[in-house]
């Protein structure tokens, strides 16, 4: 009988017990968000390794896990059940190359986001699937995730199913792991680093600005929209996010800028439209 480490939130727990009859041989690993930054370098003689919660926890599953299968279970829309790297917060934002893991299909399972993770987790997903769309790097294959991840949000706004919700992230996932982040991410990091904004509700925020400033023709038709506006009151309606005012914009636009990915959006970007748009969010 193979052997597993199973990572988890205090809020996850309920599922990794039930996961947990699966296997003969178990150890359990559960996570508070303080103790991210030391649980990565942990190592592990298991088998396996099976993460379940948000992108976080499915993150450092992924780096402990190493070169053993990981297994997740995700409980949010962040995507990194998708994804062959992970984040790390440090003084700058680090992208770890990991393996893609092995995505668990779990029906039923009782999940209740608290609001603010809830709207954190929609707006990455959000992001996600728009990035990866008007990418530089998009393709045929990534596209059409794209189109299927937003497809299962408008699906979870007007049903209020939260493996709706799962489904569009982890397919959303899938999109942005074929054409990596740009301009919205690029902002978001420096947002979470610098302004302790936690990186969903960072790109939430970002959503509008960077819409109405990239402007792209085709967003409209991945939404059944007509036109832009309709997405930026569609956002409004739905996420409820105050105006964000920044202090500094030279200072972030300047930070933003290091990542070079940013340059992978449709529209050029420069030090001095990036204070245009962070001045007028």
Same mark, same amino acid.
């Given at each position: 009988?193979?052997?597993?480490?199973?990572?988890?939130?205090?809020?996850? %727990?309920?599922?990794?017990? +039930?996961?947990?009859?699966?296997?003969?041989?178990?150890?359990?690993?559960? $996570?508070?968000?303080?103790?991210?930054?030391?649980?990565? *370098?942990?190592?592990?003689? /298991?088998?396996?390794?099976?993460?379940?919660?948000?992108?976080?926890?499915?993150?450092?599953?992924?780096?402990?896990?190493?070169?053993?299968?990981?297994?997740? @279970?995700?409980?949010?829309?962040?995507?990194?059940?998708?994804?062959?790297?992970?984040? #790390?917060?440090?003084?700058?934002?680090?992208? $770890? %190359?990991?393996?893609?893991?092995?995505?668990?299909?779990?029906? *039923?399972?009782?999940?209740?986001?608290?609001?603010?993770?809830?709207?954190?987790?929609?707006?990455?997903?959000?992001?996600?699937?728009?990035?990866?769309?008007?990418?530089?790097?998009?393709?045929?294959?990534?596209?059409?995730?794209?189109? /299927?991840?937003?497809?299962?949000?408008?699906?979870?706004? /007007?049903?209020?199913?939260?493996?709706?919700?799962?489904?569009?992230?982890?397919?959303?996932?899938?999109?942005?792991?074929?054409?990596?982040?740009?301009?919205?991410?690029?902002?978001?990091?420096?947002?979470?680093?610098?302004?302790?904004?936690?990186?969903?509700?960072?790109?939430?925020?970002?959503?509008?600005?960077? @819409? +109405?400033?990239? *402007?792209?023709?085709?967003?409209?038709?991945?939404?059944?929209?007509?036109?832009?506006?309709?997405?930026?009151?569609?956002? !409004?309606? *739905?996420?409820?996010?105050?105006?964000?005012? @920044?202090?500094?914009?030279?200072?972030?636009? +300047?930070?933003?800028?290091?990542?070079? !990915?940013?340059?992978?959006?449709?529209? /050029?970007?420069?030090?001095?439209?990036?204070? +245009? #748009?962070?001045?007028?969010?």
């Amino acid at each position: 009988m193979s052997s597993l480490l199973i990572i988890y939130s205090k809020h996850t %727990k309920h599922i990794a017990i +039930n996961e947990a009859k699966r296997f003969k041989d178990v150890e359990f690993l559960e $996570v508070a968000k303080d103790q991210y930054s030391t649980i990565i *370098n942990m190592k592990t003689e /298991k088998d396996f390794v099976m993460g379940i919660g948000g992108g976080s926890i499915l993150d450092i599953s992924k780096i402990i896990a190493q070169d053993r299968r990981c297994l997740v @279970i995700p409980t949010t829309a962040a995507g990194a059940s998708s994804t062959a790297f992970a984040t #790390v917060w440090r003084e700058i934002k680090d992208s $770890v %190359k990991t393996q893609t893991p092995i995505l668990l299909h779990r029906k *039923n399972q009782s999940i209740n986001l608290p609001h603010k993770v809830l709207i954190s987790t929609i707006c990455d997903a959000l992001a996600h699937a728009i990035e990866s769309f008007w990418s530089k790097n998009a393709n045929n294959r990534s596209k059409r995730l794209s189109r /299927k991840a937003i497809k299962y949000l408008m699906k979870y706004f /007007k049903k209020q199913q939260i493996e709706d919700l799962i489904k569009a992230g982890v397919i959303a996932g899938e999109a942005i792991n074929i054409t990596k982040t740009n301009i919205i991410h690029a902002i978001s990091y420096p947002l979470t680093i610098h302004y302790d904004i936690c990186h969903g509700l960072a790109c939430g925020y970002l959503l509008i600005p960077i @819409i +109405n400033y990239v *402007n792209d023709k085709r967003l409209p038709k991945l939404f059944g929209f007509k036109n832009k506006y309709q997405i930026i009151s569609f956002i !409004r309606k *739905n996420l409820l996010l105050e105006r964000l005012k @920044i202090k500094k914009p030279e200072l972030l636009a +300047n930070l933003a800028l290091k990542y070079l !990915r940013i340059h992978e959006s449709p529209k /050029k970007v420069d030090k001095r439209s990036l204070i +245009n #748009v962070l001045s007028d969010m």
